[in-house]
């Protein structure tokens, strides 16, 4: 019996948001996706400076979605904060709150625009975080500006968030 030919793999082409035409083998990726910027179980590598971790960790925060658990954004940011810090983010929504998410199918997608301050020592930095926040929902698009203020403490496994103020 004789095997039919093989055929090798054909790429499919999909057009990004800008126009250009690309090939790939993946489909596009939802603009508004909340991505997680690493798994909650793990941290991530020591990063050698602190305005790296005010980014990831106001980020990660701050996104949201409707599809998720309400505890999904501190999840996300606890590979940035300490143990403490963590663990105090994690009854971050009320379920009513959550709930009015929910129906409206609502998303939000920070970025951070700018951090700034200074260090008080070598081991401890005090940075303002300035974020942009694209919330999407069943009822249209809005934009929010928060500004976050976030203490960080250097320690063995490299810089934490240690506390936020918002």
């Known amino acids: 019996?004789?095997?039919?030919?093989?055929?090798?793999?054909?790429?499919?082409?999909?057009?990004?948001?800008?126009?250009?035409?690309a090939t790939s083998v993946e489909a596009p990726r939802d603009p508004f996706a909340v991505r997680a910027?690493?798994?909650?179980?793990s941290r991530p590598a020591p990063p050698a400076h602190p305005d790296w971790v005010a980014r990831s960790f106001a980020e990660a925060y701050l996104s949201y979605a409707?599809?998720?658990?309400?505890?999904?954004?501190?999840?996300?940011?606890?590979?940035?904060?300490?143990?403490?810090l963590a663990a105090a983010l994690?009854?971050?929504r009320e379920a009513g709150a959550?709930?009015?998410?929910?129906a409206r199918r609502e998303r939000a997608v920070a970025r951070v625009l700018t951090t700034y301050g200074e260090g008080a020592d070598?081991?401890?930095?005090?940075l303002t975080v300035v974020a942009v926040?694209?919330?999407?929902?069943?009822?249209?698009?809005?934009?929010?500006?928060?500004v976050l203020t976030l203490s960080l403490r250097?320690?063995?496994g490299g810089w934490l968030v240690a506390a936020v103020t918002r």
């Open 98 to 102: 959550w709930a009015d998410i929910v």
């Open 37 to 41: 910027p690493t798994d909650a179980g």
């Open 122 to 126: 070598a081991l401890s930095r005090e």
């Open 154 to 156: 250097l320690g063995a």
């Open 1 to 21: 019996m004789a095997s039919a030919p093989s055929r090798p793999a054909v790429p499919t082409t999909t057009t990004p948001p800008h126009g250009t035409p």
């Open 133 to 146: 926040v694209v919330v999407s929902s069943s009822a249209g698009t809005t934009e929010r500006r928060p």
């Open 90 to 92: 994690l009854p971050t």
């Open 66 to 84: 409707f599809s998720e658990a309400p505890d999904a954004g501190a999840r996300r940011a606890a590979p940035y904060a300490t143990p403490a």
